[in-house]
């Protein structure tokens, strides 16, 4: 008898079989057609499926001196409610995560407020005394400035003293000053160094929202095992185009016009992470020139949409969303696999939705799809076994744990 178990379909290596789940411990212990028997049953309906909640490797959770524009607290319901059970949290945050007791009341802050799992990261940048005294998930390294101000001025450097895998804000900050908006070569450059540093040193690498044909290009003909790499929904689904029309659609790096995008969808199956680099701000500095998009409660959705389309298939997303970032960042109990956390959402693939954003848990009551119609809701999401979010509804009290490396 388990805990738990799922009957309905799930995708095992591509295949979409028709089975049952069964949890014990808050651990997925057995995947069969035949019926197992559970304490506690949960059976899908007409069109839904059952699926890895999403690892989002790129997310800004603010709070500390910027409560206004998300809290661990809300940006962790925001993630149930989207179907994402394990979020990366980013150190750009006020005051910068750049020292052992900044990276300590994170660490507190967390395990009081947070209602999915997490993982923990520290900023790099010409303080490598510092690094020495934590024990981050992940480290994060900024080439150029963006949102807080704070990069690298020694990229090799800062890479070379990281105790764990390193993702990289892969703008030049040099050309920076050359380009102020941003053109595709401070990406381009930017990558160019990253990857060439990495070659020599062959440190775990990870390069954030890859936005040009030229850059992903590069990343996929010098592949490197250790070196992994984003694209985000925004680059995705967005052009410059889409820009013109509304300022509040600045981010860093800045949308592409439509070539780019439709490179990157070209290829999408060498694509190995799709993350939302959910960047929330309060409406009124969106108007002020304030660089970032809220995502968490639109990636996985978006995606469904252009599954629905024909864009990308149901593995692939289950690939780039759950199973490649736990691999990625050597994360000993996420995936989908016998002995992994049971993180799971049911969706329905068929239900069509109108994005309305002010019934979104992040405090950025605003988004970049706003109005839009997608097709494919989470309908519940299910943290190590246990019902977190059904019919919008976030249930129960705050359960994050931070996450086990391997």
Not at 4 to 31: C, M, P, Q, R, T
Not at 61 to 71: A, C, I, M, P
Request: charged share 30%; net charge neutral.
């Amino acid at each position: 008898m388990y805990d738990v178990v799922f009957k309905g379909k799930f995708l095992i290596n591509g295949n979409l079989i028709e089975g049952y789940i069964g949890i014990s411990d808050g651990k997925i212990a057995k995947f069969s057609k035949a019926k197992l028997k559970g304490e506690e049953i949960f059976r899908t309906q007409t069109h839904e499926v059952i699926l890895p909640g999403m690892i989002d490797v790129h997310v800004h959770l603010r709070d500390f001196n910027q409560k206004h524009k998300e809290t661990i607290e809300s940006g962790t319901k925001a993630a149930l409610h989207g179907g994402v059970t394990t979020v990366f949290d980013m150190p750009n945050t006020d005051p910068p995560i750049i020292n052992r007791t900044t990276f300590e009341e994170r660490e507190k802050l967390f395990m009081k407020k947070a209602f999915s799992d997490y993982a923990l990261s520290f900023l790099i940048a010409d303080n490598c005394d510092e690094v020495q005294k934590v024990d981050a998930d992940f480290y994060k390294i900024f080439m150029g400035a963006s949102t807080g101000g704070i990069y690298s001025k020694n990229f090799e450097k800062d890479y070379s003293c990281a105790k764990a895998k390193v993702s990289v804000h892969a703008e030049d900050y040099e050309l920076i000053q050359k380009f102020p908006k941003r053109e595709p070569i401070v990406e381009i450059k930017a990558i160019e160094k990253a990857l060439s540093v990495s070659e020599r040193l062959k440190k775990p690498l990870h390069i954030c929202h890859v936005s040009t044909k030229e850059g992903l290009r590069l990343l996929l003909e010098k592949y490197f095992p250790w070196v992994s790499f984003e694209v985000t929904p925004h680059h995705l689904f967005l052009t410059k185009d889409d820009f013109v029309k509304n300022q509040l659609l600045k981010v860093y790096p800045p949308l592409r016009i439509k070539e780019h995008a439709r490179f990157l969808w070209e290829n999408i199956k060498k694509v190995p992470i799709i993350a939302s680099d959910h960047a929330p701000h309060a409406l009124e500095e969106k108007e002020n020139g304030s660089a970032g998009l809220p995502g968490l409660e639109t990636e996985l959705a978006l995606l469904f949409t252009a599954y629905n389309r024909r864009l990308i298939s149901l593995w692939q997303i289950v690939e780039k969303t759950s199973l490649n970032p736990a691999k990625a960042f050597s994360l000993k109990n996420k995936g989908f696999g016998i002995g992994k956390d049971a993180d799971l959402i049911i969706v329905n693939l068929k239900e069509e939705w109108r994005v309305k954003p002010e019934e979104f848990y992040t405090n950025a009551k605003w988004s970049p799809f706003e109005g839009w119609t997608l097709k494919g809701k989470v309908e519940q999401t299910f943290l190590r076994g246990m019902l977190v979010m059904e019919e919008d509804e976030i249930i129960g009290k705050p359960r994050g744990e931070r996450i086990e490396k391997g």
